[in-house]
């Protein structure tokens, strides 16, 4: 019996004998369970290689993510040191220390 054929059933019996709550939570679960099954077909993940590309891109996006936050860093440290460089110039500017190459 597929779950289409499940839902009519279930629906029928509501309407003859009256729903109660538990023909309501069997109507909804059916439902629930068809529909999601027809969104992840519908996205192309209902084949059985869909977990490995599942697990492929969740490893490109944390991939993704490391190389963004390493890239941050690096550009933070090196901003950091131009910026020492720049105090230390100054301040050698201000000793007259590049006077002594003269």
Same mark, same amino acid.
């Given at each position: 019996?597929?779950?289409e054929d499940m839902i009519a059933r279930l629906i029928a019996q509501a309407s003859n004998e009256g729903t109660?709550?538990?023909t309501l939570r069997a109507i909804v679960e059916e439902a629930s369970e068809l529909g999601a099954g027809r969104a992840v077909a519908r996205l192309g993940?209902?084949?059985?290689?869909?977990q490995d590309d599942i697990? /492929?891109?969740? /490893?490109?996006?944390?991939a993704w993510?490391?190389?963004k936050s390493s890239a941050w860093k690096a550009a933070i440290e090196w901003a950091v040191r131009g910026v020492?460089?720049?105090?230390l110039l100054g301040i050698a500017v201000?000793?007259?220390v590049l006077g002594i190459f003269k």
């Open positions: 019996m597929t779950r109660d709550l538990v993940l209902a084949d059985d290689s869909a697990d /492929e891109l969740r /490893e490109l996006l944390q993510r490391d190389a020492l460089a720049l105090l201000r000793l007259g």
